[in-house]
């Protein structure tokens, strides 16, 4: 019972940790659309206006005409590219005891290079004749290249703005999904528990709850969330599905509440 019992809290742990950094991640991802979205509303209501931007790598322009998003990037000569990092770490290792410091600063920004080109959702190839150009979408969705001096223009279909569409400075954000919750469960055994929340109040929740999947039974407990997404709960066994019986069991369950 005891190696069950600390399997289960593993298992609870090791979806704690994967679901926080997936939101993590969504949260970075959405962050990204609404600075463009921002962007986009602004140069929308300022027709042939044009914004400048910066990156590590490259030059960025921006305008709205009617209702196309134009785009020009630059990748400057300034060696920050992948391939432009690549060849001077090969210079560099000529001499590798005399460069050693120089070489770490470089290979940190190579590596982030890489990481980019990796995370990317869009990556293309463009070759003209023996000449071969690698493009890909950075972390602010700018498309860019693994190599300097290249010119990179977009144009991109725009929606009009309505009168209720962002206000620049002003964050939309989907209501999460956040109904169920996966837990461990207290009745005089361990079980792994599922949720459905049907009453929400602040940091309280009233719940309908699935327990003891070999024996199943369905049970109403009020829960708590203690921090971020992690709740605890007390409640009360209704029914013993397989028997078909009303029950009066007790119980306590901790558990995870997930977004979606």
Not at 133 to 160: A, C, F, M, W
Not at 165 to 171: A, C, I, M
Request: net charge negative.
């Amino acid at each position: 019972m005891k190696k069950i019992i600390i399997i289960l809290v593993i298992l609870v742990l090791l979806l704690f940790g994967g679901y926080s950094a997936y939101r993590f991640w969504l949260s970075e991802r959405k962050l990204v659309t609404t600075n463009e979205q921002e962007i986009i509303e602004l140069l929308q209501k300022q027709q042939g206006a044009i914004i400048r931007l910066q990156t590590d790598i490259a030059d960025v322009e921006k305008r709205v005409v009617t209702d196309t998003l134009k785009e020009t990037v630059v990748i400057r000569d300034e060696g920050q590219t992948y391939e432009g990092l690549k060849d001077a770490l090969l210079t560099l290792r000529e001499d590798e005891e005399a460069n050693k410091a120089e070489i770490e600063r470089l290979r940190a920004e190579y590596e982030k290079r890489i990481a980019e080109y990796r995370e990317s959702l869009d990556k293309i190839m463009v070759k003209v004749g023996d000449e071969r150009v690698v493009i890909y979408e950075d972390e602010q969705g700018n498309l860019v290249s693994l190599s300097e001096g290249v010119e990179i223009i977009r144009h991109r279909k725009t929606e009009p703005l309505l009168e209720k569409d962002l206000q620049v400075g002003q964050v939309i954000e989907e209501e999460p999904f956040d109904k169920f919750s996966f837990s461990l469960l207290y009745d005089g055994d361990f079980s792994p528990a599922i949720s459905y929340s049907v009453l929400d109040w602040k940091d309280l929740h009233l719940n309908v709850t699935g327990y003891n999947f070999e024996q199943p039974k369905l049970g109403a407990d009020l829960s708590y969330n203690i921090k971020g997404n992690l709740e605890i709960g007390a409640g009360i066994g209704l029914l013993d599905i397989m028997q078909m019986e009303m029950i009066r069991d007790f119980y306590v369950r901790f558990g995870i509440r997930i977004e979606f």
